[in-house]
Structures are given as C-alpha cells and as structure tokens.
C-alpha cells in the first residue's frame, strides 16, 4: 500500500513540476543581489572569464581575479576598477594543486571569504588523438576539472559554515554531446558537467540549500582557443553575448545555462534519433575548426 502511495505522490509531483515550470517559463525569475559578495572568477585575463568579471562589477561584487597571464589579468582587474569595483588580480596557475591551496590561503588572508566561485580556467588543444601530446591531454584535465576539484575543496568549507554561496562551473555543450578532433576537451567538459550535476546533489543531500550551483553550457565562443570555428546550425557566440547570459543565470539560480538556450532540443533529439539520423544532422552541422590531423593543420 506504501508503495502505490509513494508512486502516486511521485506522479503527482512530476505533474506539478511540469506545471510550475511552464509558468516560470512566462513569469520572469526573480533574481537576487551579488553586491558585496565576494567574487573568485578563474581564468579572468581574458574571453569570458574576463566579460563575467565586468558583469559582476557592474554588480558592485568584491572581485577576486586568477589567471595564469599577468598581463591580461591586471587589465580586467583595472577596468573593473574603473567600472566602480574593487577588483584584486592573483597569478594563479590552475593546473597546480599546491599553487591553487597556497592562493586560496592568501585570498582569505587579504580580501576574506570567498561566496560566489565561477570555475572558468580552461584550455583546448585542437587535434586527433594520435597527434595530441600526453602532457596536452593531462594539461587538460588539471585545468579543466581537477582545478574545479581543489578549487570548490579549498573555498566550500566556508561556503557549508554559512550555508550560504554560488559555485559556477563553466563547461560546454561538449560536456553532453562530442565533437570529432577534440577528444579530450569534451571528456574534460562531460567532467564538468558530472561535477556539477553530483555536487549538486550533494549539497541537496546535506541539506546545504542555501549554496547555489550553476553550469554554463554555450557552443563555440570566440575566444580565440580554437581558430576559425564555423558551424551551420548553431552561431559562433561573442563572449559578452556569453558573459550577460551566464550573469542571468547566475542572479535567477539557474540550475544550467544553455547558450543558446534551443540547444536543448538538438540534445534532446540526439537521444532519440537513431545512429544514421544523428550522423545525417552532424553532416549537415558541418562544424569546422583548424585542428591538427597527422601532424597538419587541418580545418575539420
């Protein structure tokens, strides 16, 4: 009897989600305030992670920028400083464990505790598995998810004492669907994706309901990582295009941010559709980039 209770209770909540979803679709979220909040952006030198920075002083947040490039992250700290901010630049190498622990120490000690984390730092290298380097491919993954891993560790436990924060990881639509000649950025970003999703179960699990999570999910941006992408189907995006929607989410509490938000529905579809009829919309996707293909440069 418990059980025909149990699966009717689940009926009904499935129902009203649908229905509270349609509405939430017509009525616009409501969104919160970041002003003061203690901001860490990784990657901040440049692309979106430097856009997402401008969106958050706009915001009056209390910046704290990492980078690997000294150059590009003092100039979006300066012009986040001229946007009315306060804006403090770390050199920071997020491939490196240890240089991320000793970082994190030095943002509390000099700034405080972090609130708001948007795992942005991120790297690609272009090319088909036999041509790419084994330290490309474990460069990859220090950036791309285990710096997320000792990152989210080192700020989280402050996050819990408060119940309170907003951890954002930056991924891809390659963290759910896959792209020939990029084999190890979309197993990196399908990571990411993984992470988000189990971290979030996590903290619903603990009770933590006051720390908030986001996935960011655009297609190609052009940001200069991978040259000359083109594709049929989708745009190739600007990064403050990207940046305005990744703020978006981030004040609404959105769960995942699709840029643009009908990739939904190719990635619907690609569950559904038999193999030839997936590989017949990839042929017609046509995605083009230059990637290196036996040693070549190649656009494929």
Same mark, same amino acid.
């Given at each position: 009897? $418990?059980?025909?209770?149990?699966?009717?209770?689940?009926?009904?909540?499935?129902?009203?989600?649908?229905?509270?979803?349609?509405? /939430?679709?017509?009525? *616009?979220?409501?969104?919160?305030?970041?002003?003061?909040?203690?901001?860490?952006?990784?990657?901040? +030198?440049? &692309?979106?992670?430097?856009?997402? @920075?401008?969106?958050?002083?706009?915001?009056?947040?209390?910046?704290?920028?990492?980078?690997?490039?000294?150059? +590009?992250?003092?100039?979006?700290?300066?012009?986040?400083?001229?946007?009315?901010?306060?804006?403090?630049?770390?050199?920071?190498?997020?491939?490196?464990?240890?240089?991320?622990?000793?970082?994190? $120490?030095?943002?509390? /000690? #000099?700034?405080? #505790?972090?609130?708001?984390?948007?795992?942005?730092?991120?790297?690609?290298? *272009?090319?088909?598995?036999?041509?790419?380097?084994?330290?490309?491919?474990?460069?990859?993954? #220090?950036?791309?998810?285990?710096?997320?891993?000792?990152?989210?560790?080192?700020?989280? *436990?402050?996050?819990?004492?408060? $119940?309170?924060?907003?951890?954002?990881?930056?991924?891809?639509?390659?963290?759910?669907?896959?792209?020939?000649?990029?084999?190890?950025?979309?197993?990196?970003?399908?990571?990411?994706? &993984?992470?988000?999703?189990?971290?979030?179960?996590?903290?619903?699990?603990?009770?933590?309901?006051?720390?908030?999570?986001?996935?960011?999910?655009?297609?190609?941006?052009?940001?200069?990582?991978? /040259?000359?992408?083109?594709?049929?189907?989708?745009?190739?995006?600007?990064?403050?295009?990207?940046?305005?929607?990744?703020?978006?989410?981030?004040?609404?509490?959105?769960?995942?941010?699709?840029?643009?938000?009908?990739?939904?529905?190719?990635?619907?579809?690609?569950?559904?559709?038999?193999?030839?009829?997936?590989?017949?919309?990839?042929?017609?996707? $046509?995605?083009?980039?230059? @990637?290196?293909?036996?040693? /070549?440069?190649?656009?494929?």
């Amino acid at each position: 009897m $418990n059980t025909v209770l149990d699966m009717l209770l689940l009926l009904f909540i499935i129902i009203y989600s649908y229905l509270e979803s349609l509405v /939430k679709f017509f009525i *616009p979220r409501r969104r919160k305030s970041v002003t003061g909040e203690i901001v860490l952006i990784t990657g901040a +030198g440049h &692309g979106i992670g430097r856009l997402s @920075a401008y969106e958050f002083a706009k915001q009056q947040s209390r910046l704290v920028l990492w980078d690997i490039n000294k150059r +590009g992250i003092e100039e979006t700290a300066a012009e986040c400083r001229k946007l009315g901010a306060t804006a403090h630049a770390f050199v920071v190498d997020c491939s490196n464990r240890e240089a991320i622990y000793s970082s994190v $120490n030095q943002v509390k /000690k #000099e700034v405080g #505790e972090v609130t708001i984390l948007v795992n942005n730092a991120g790297t690609v290298y *272009p090319a088909d598995l036999l041509s790419t380097k084994d330290e490309e491919i474990t460069k990859t993954f #220090e950036v791309n998810i285990l710096g997320h891993f000792w990152i989210t560790k080192a700020l989280l *436990p402050s996050m819990m004492k408060r $119940n309170h924060g907003h951890i954002v990881t930056v991924a891809s639509v390659c963290g759910h669907t896959v792209t020939p000649y990029l084999i190890p950025y979309c197993s990196s970003k399908f990571a990411a994706v &993984g992470f988000h999703r189990a971290l979030t179960s996590e903290l619903q699990a603990m009770g933590k309901t006051g720390i908030k999570t986001s996935c960011l999910c655009p297609v190609f941006v052009n940001t200069g990582f991978t /040259k000359n992408p083109s594709t049929r189907l989708w745009p190739v995006l600007e990064t403050n295009e990207v940046a305005r929607r990744l703020m978006d989410g981030i004040l609404t509490n959105k769960k995942m941010i699709y840029v643009p938000s009908y990739i939904t529905v190719s990635l619907i579809l690609e569950r559904f559709l038999p193999e030839r009829a997936l590989e017949a919309i990839n042929r017609v996707q $046509n995605v083009r980039f230059e @990637a290196v293909v036996s040693h /070549k440069t190649k656009m494929k």
